[in-house]
């Protein structure tokens, strides 16, 4: 069975500053998907960035990107430039095609003004 | 694109009665739709998964006959909590995968649900 492991339960980062936000995973496939997700306190869960495992190129969506280390089994998701409304829980996903999402535990960001 | 809404975003109802909570895509077909249930300060539980035209597949320990769900077009799935009792109380959340768009789920703002 699949597995995704957030070691971190929080953290905190001052505004504008850079943070990294750690989550490995555990699989025997090859052909996998990874998604970050963040639940701001509102609780919708937004979309952040997603990475197809046979890319070998990292994700990139505006200031958010990944560290994607396939033998390593790692997707580390890095925050530039951080801003309030980037205080949430973010998740980190695991899943197969055509199966359903195995999510982390979540690490719960605040940004210190 | 790729939005899901859901209704209602909160219900209060008294022990013993049913409550059925809505789930639609609303620019996108979505063959397959998921239910989630999150308790506070803890990451999404999935309950189902709802295929279009079939029934749905539970997760071990959800109850199927309390947990009704239909999944009757490519853009609604309803989840109809029977009998509900004050431990159902909880968040539930569902999400619509777009299919060909790397396995991507797009998630609904949740229903709060409070019995009483």
């Known amino acids: 069975a699949q597995t995704v492991t957030q070691s971190q339960p929080e953290m905190s980062v001052q505004e504008a500053e850079t943070v990294t936000l750690s989550c490995t995973y555990d699989t025997s496939e090859s052909d996998y998907y990874l998604f970050w997700y963040k639940q701001p306190p509102s609780r919708q869960m937004i979309l952040v960035i997603r990475?197809?495992?046979?890319?070998?190129q990292n994700a990139t969506e505006n200031r958010f990107s990944v560290n994607f280390q396939k033998a390593a089994k790692s997707f580390s998701l890095k925050i530039s430039d951080s801003q309030l409304g980037d205080a949430a829980m973010y998740f980190c996903a695991f899943t197969l095609r055509a199966q359903k999402l195995v999510f982390g535990q979540g690490t719960r960001l605040t940004i210190n003004p | 694109g790729a939005v899901v809404s859901q209704h209602p975003s909160r219900v209060i109802c008294k022990s013993g009665t049913s409550v059925k909570i809505e789930c639609r895509s609303l620019d996108f077909q979505a063959t397959t739709m998921f239910w989630y249930r999150q308790f506070p300060k803890q990451s999404l539980m999935l309950m189902a998964t709802?295929?279009?035209?079939?029934?749905?597949?539970?997760e071990q320990g959800v109850e199927k006959d309390k947990f009704l769900i239909n999944h009757a077009s490519l853009t609604l799935s309803t989840l109809t909590v029977t009998s509900a009792h004050p431990e159902d109380s909880s968040f539930y959340i569902c999400?619509?995968?777009?299919?060909?768009?790397?396995?991507?789920?797009?998630f609904g703002p949740g229903t709060r649900l409070l019995v009483l």
């Open positions: 990475q197809e495992a046979y890319k070998q």
């Open positions: 709802s295929n279009e035209g079939s029934k749905a597949t539970y």
């Open positions: 999400s619509a995968r777009v299919g060909g768009v790397g396995e991507t789920q797009y």
